[in-house]
């Protein structure tokens, strides 16, 4: 076993907690102030090459693996969670399907204009009656000679309104469905007959926006069929693929948010002074301070094992759904606590804890809720 993490991955580490530091901290309040990241932010991200993490570098990206990723997530959670979601969502389900997928001209044509950050890209598969049930899209794509006509409403499509390009997941063949009826297109957002919807309001993760999408008679031809004219009707197994690593790399990023928690709560514990001495001290918070670092180191040692073992071609459908599962309920849990140390001051907006505890509710809902988690993973159990 070698838990070392490999220097060019630890130096990749440290150029990302000087951007967080120097960047991003100190306009996260006025991010969430005004539900939007500014463009400098934007183009600094760019520069950092943060747009292609995992675009390989003949596209144009970084090329890092999944524990890379995971690393580069890990910091970048630990303040506003919108930022990992601007850059995240956009290299990772947004535009996997073309890399895992696609076709060697999808891969030439868009992944290069994703890694420079030229194109933001979405993922678009939840709808009004396919959340959980991802098979149920309703959202149809029918064939009028070399071209499908798309038809639907999407909606919590994250970076929706950003997006110059959609990976857009729709029903080919209503009777044959997630076996063989559901097909992957990627869809330029300046096709007619494709809109940008309502602009949904959350309860947190302010600054990264979430919306509908229309789909009004919005004609696309054959090629733009994620890997072409033979994967028509396959499009349900490209959209699990990209779920499973999309899995892992939500993982990532509760982790940063718990253990930015515990650095926090560690630090206030030791200066917040009742009955004349530092509140670390009473044996209540110091229990609540071993099991959030009890937790969180469990649950780095899963992520990190189920990115490793990704990262040597083993299919991780259950580990991804593992970490998932483990690591945002996890950080749900120590923000709970992380309130509760920080007192009536965790539930004021001028401190930070009341918005991670926002924000990471979300975590265990989005990606596939911590119920088809653990559904994947009695399945992965219990099948022949
Ligand atoms: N990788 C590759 N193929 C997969 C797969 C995976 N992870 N999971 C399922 N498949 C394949 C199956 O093998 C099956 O194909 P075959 O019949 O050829 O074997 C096909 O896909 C249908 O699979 P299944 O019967 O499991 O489909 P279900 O409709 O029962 O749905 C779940 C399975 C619940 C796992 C799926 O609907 C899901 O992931 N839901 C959550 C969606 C989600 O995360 N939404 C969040 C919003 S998107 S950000």
Request: with cysteine; charged share 25%.
């Amino acid at each position: 076993m070698d838990f070392e993490i490999p220097e060019s991955l630890r130096m990749m580490q440290e150029t990302i907690r000087r951007f967080v530091k120097q960047d991003l901290e100190p306009i996260s309040d006025k991010v969430e102030e005004e539900d939007n990241i500014p463009e400098e932010i934007v183009q600094k991200m760019r520069e950092l090459g943060l747009f292609g993490l995992s675009i390989p570098e003949e596209y144009g990206g970084l090329g890092l693996g999944t524990l890379g990723e995971c690393l580069v997530y890990e910091e970048l959670t630990k303040t506003n969670a919108c930022f990992r979601s601007r850059i995240g969502t956009s290299n990772g389900i947004g535009s996997m399907g073309i890399l895992f997928d696609g076709t060697e001209g999808q891969k030439r044509k868009y992944l290069p204009r994703i890694a420079s950050g030229e194109w933001t890209t979405c993922f678009a598969l939840s709808e009004p009656e396919a959340g959980s049930d991802a098979g149920n899209v309703q959202t149809a794509a029918e064939r009028d000679g070399d071209h499908f006509v798309i038809n639907g409403l999407k909606h919590f499509i994250t970076n929706g309104d950003v997006a110059s390009l959609a990976t857009v997941i729709a029903v080919t063949d209503k009777k044959k469905r997630s076996r063989g009826g559901i097909t992957a297109f990627v869809v330029e957002k300046s096709t007619p007959g494709f809109y940008t919807g309502t602009i949904e309001r959350k309860m947190g993760l302010r600054g990264s926006h979430t919306c509908e999408l229309i789909f009004d008679n919005c004609r696309v031809p054959v090629e733009n069929v994620i890997g072409g004219e033979p994967m028509i009707g396959q499009g349900f197994k490209t959209a699990m693929g990209v779920l499973d690593k999309g899995r892992l790399t939500m993982g990532a990023c509760a982790l940063g948010a718990a253990h930015k928690l515990l650095e926090l709560c560690v630090e206030y514990s030791k200066e917040r002074v009742q009955f004349g001495k530092p509140i670390a001290r009473f044996q209540s918070v110091g229990n609540m301070l071993a099991d959030m670092a009890t937790e969180i180191y469990a649950g780095r040692q899963m992520l990190y094992h189920a990115a490793w073992l990704r990262d040597r071609g083993k299919m991780v459908i259950k580990e991804a759904s593992m970490a998932k599962l483990f690591c945002t309920e996890m950080a749900c849990r120590v923000a709970d606590k992380a309130v509760q140390i920080f007192g009536g001051m965790g539930y004021m907006k001028d401190l930070p804890v009341e918005r991670f505890y926002r924000d990471l509710r979300l975590y265990p809902i989005y990606e596939g809720t911590s119920e088809i988690q653990r559904l994947v993973i009695a399945r992965e159990l219990t099948k022949d």
